[in-house]
């Protein structure tokens, strides 16, 4: 007998083994093996010989069952009827001898024989002696397999772990390291799989929760990002310290509030285990598996997310800082701009309006005194009101058109509009042509780009042809995209009076300085392009930039 279950490490056949051994050696019945599941302080039935099915994988709390007595008692327990056990479940068994004896490894109690026989079989003394007897060696046996079980299951994990970490790494936004996680460890396993997270408010509480996505077999994976409304509730406390909560039954769990009780019931998902997601000691969301009947949690039905879920709750924190990030980048993008705008309405339009004001009020004066210098005055008035005019087109058309026009920041080209940048830049030059400059662009053989290299070369065209209307008093003004193998290529020209480099040496692209074209050298330089400035005096002017082609995000 012990040749026999000394051979094997697949620890279920090994116990099923052990069980029949243990009948046959005191020509019992039937038999039951339980191991001691210290999560759940139960003993868990994890063998069972000619028992009703309903056995395998029930659970004993201390003190109830012969199993849970001789936990109790760590020692042998013999009784002639199972019915004087308390909290027996066995009606058919009740008339049953039944014996109970210790499974012992290195003092330490790991679990129970527990074997019956139909009268007139008594159980004594000498079968307590060759149950102890085989129940060491049983346990030399189960420790070998829970090695065994212990190292595969690692290997396993690692692998899992490696796998799930490394397409969340790649994953782009919160949505992808969802999806990753449920694809790589929620289909490993057999139930249903929900992730959520949590949002605070100023105070830094919780306020709602968002359920991110679903997994189930029968109907796949979900990215939901529904949000509802957080109660706190009696299981907190636990989820808080970081510890799971697993909850066999919602109907009869008394930790468990009416409002969740009433959710899992209307579902029909009354088995429940809770797996915080812990970053910098705070609870950020959840992952919780559900079953369809209620379930004993074993250690094997969770490992993997166990595993995996610290690596879960540090991806999405780190796509949240990088959205708020980007955000703030946003946020001061916006800020900027509209500084500039007010700097630019104080310096020009402001003071052509004083003027124009001015003019106004002498005119009815010296239209009486000296009528031919109120004609050049009321030139000088339509010059000015014309001036004005062009200079609120410009900024009205900047307000209009806003960056948020191409496609949003990370998304790859093959997801959003190829011609966006083009079409967004047609409608900003058409909403400035009039009849005294004429805006054109040249784009027939360019290729989309990274977002945020468009969100770029948007901006510099912008920028350039503000300064062109501003500045060069021009006729015309051509804006021209093209790509070449290594870069994209952006260059804004124009007829206007130009300048002689050499009597402005201020103006210095590469530095930032002069003329207002500091934001393009920055932008420039943010993404590794470089950027320079030609003009002559009457020569026009061209401010050309070159940044590092990008056409796919990783």
Known sequence: MIEAIGSGLELNELLTRIAEGACRLLDADNGTIGLIDPFLNRIRVAAAYRMPGDELGSLWPMGEGLMGQVWVANAPIVKGRYAEIVGNDGVDLGDFAVIGVPIRWRDRLIGVFGLGSAPPRQFGDDDIRVLEQFGAHAAIAIENARLFETTQDALAQLQILYDTSARMAMALNADDVVQAYLEQVAQLGRFACTITEYLFDERGDRCDVVVKGRWERTEGLALTNRRVGYARDSLDDLLDRGEPVLIEDVRTDQRVSETLRAMQVREGRPALALFPLMTGGVRTGLVILSATTPHAWAERDYRAILAT???????????????????????????????????????????????????????????????DQAEVRLGQLVDLSRRALQEMRTLLAELRTSPAEIAPPLAPPATREADALVLTLERHLASLNSDEVDLQLSAEHYVAQSSDLEHALWRIAQEAVTNALKHARATKILVALAVDEANVVLTVSDDGVGFDPTDRPEVDLERGTGLGLTGIAQRVAGLGGRSRVQSGSGLGTVVEAVLPRADQVT
């Open 309 to 371: 879920s610290g690596h879960l709750a540090l991806a999405l924190e780190r796509r949240r800082q990088q959205q708020l990030l980007g955000e703030a980048e946003r946020q001061v993008a916006i800020l900027e701009d509209r500084r500039r705008l007010a700097h630019e309405l104080h310096d020009s339009v402001t003071q052509l309006l004083t003027g124009i004001s001015l003019i106004a009020q002498a005119a009815p004066a010296l239209w009486n005194r000296d009528p």
